[in-house]
Structures are given as structure tokens and as C-alpha cells.
């Protein structure tokens, strides 16, 4: 996925290296110093670029569930929980995270989140 976004932006960069209309609006009338164009393109293409980190850590919190789920549907729920306190005990990672902060900054679900996922799989299966 990230070959493909960074392609993406070597595409948009080509294409916006070479609009004239994008040099003269700053003021560059007679020259296209490449640069410029880089930073131009920079700004452009931040506010899309954490669109795009916050939809693929949707989609690798996603596949982190399934993970989840498949592990308690093959029987080793309890166990899984284990292994996710021993981590959180080796981490010392802060158990009070915001949903929202983790669902933006983290492409993994917080050890907390996975935990209630699990109990709710569990329950689920019974």
C-alpha cells in the first residue's frame, strides 16, 4: 500500500512540476526552480496525506481484530489475552488512551481495545 501511495505522489509531483498556473500564482513568472515546487507540493499534499495515514490505520486496526477474532475462534482466546498483558506488562505502555488519539496516531489497536475485543469474541462464542 505504501508503494503505491508513494507512487501516487511522484505522479502528482511530475504533474504539478510542469503547471504554470501554479508558479505564476506565487510570483514565479520566468522561472519553475524545482524547489519550489517541492515545498508547493508539500503543502498541497499534506492535508490528503493524513487522510490517507488515518485510513490505512483504519484498515491495519482492522486486520488486527480479525486477528483477534480468528485466534478466539480457534480456541486460544484466553491465551491471547495472556500474551497481551505480559506486553503490556513488558511495554509499561499507559493503559488509559484515548479511543479517538489511538484510532488517528496508532496503526494498531491499544492493548486495552484488544482486550475488550477478545472478551466480547469470547462471549460471542459461547
Not at 23 to 33: M, N, T
Not at 95 to 117: K, W
Request: glycine share 4%.
Amino acid at each position: 500500500m505504501g508503494q503505491i501511495i508513494m507512487l501516487a505522489n511522484f505522479v502528482l509531483f511530475a504533474a504539478l512540476r510542469n503547471a504554470p498556473g501554479l508558479y505564476e500564482s506565487f510570483g514565479f513568472k520566468d522561472s519553475k526552480p524545482a524547489f519550489i515546487a517541492f515545498v508547493l507540493f508539500q503543502y498541497i499534499v499534506s492535508p490528503v496525506d493524513e487522510v490517507i495515514r488515518y485510513l490505512t490505520n483504519l484498515v491495519s486496526r482492522r486486520f488486527e481484530y480479525q486477528a483477534d477474532a480468528f485466534a478466539v475462534l480457534q480456541g486460544k482466546g484466553q491465551q491471547l489475552k495472556e500474551a497481551l498483558l505480559k506486553l503490556e506488562e513488558t511495554n509499561k505502555a499507559s493503559m488509559n488512551v484515548d479511543p479517538y488519539y489511538s484510532a488517528y496516531h496508532y496503526s494498531h489497536p491499544h492493548i486495552t481495545e484488544r482486550l475488550a475485543a477478545v472478551d466480547a469474541e469470547l462471549k460471542k462464542s459461547r
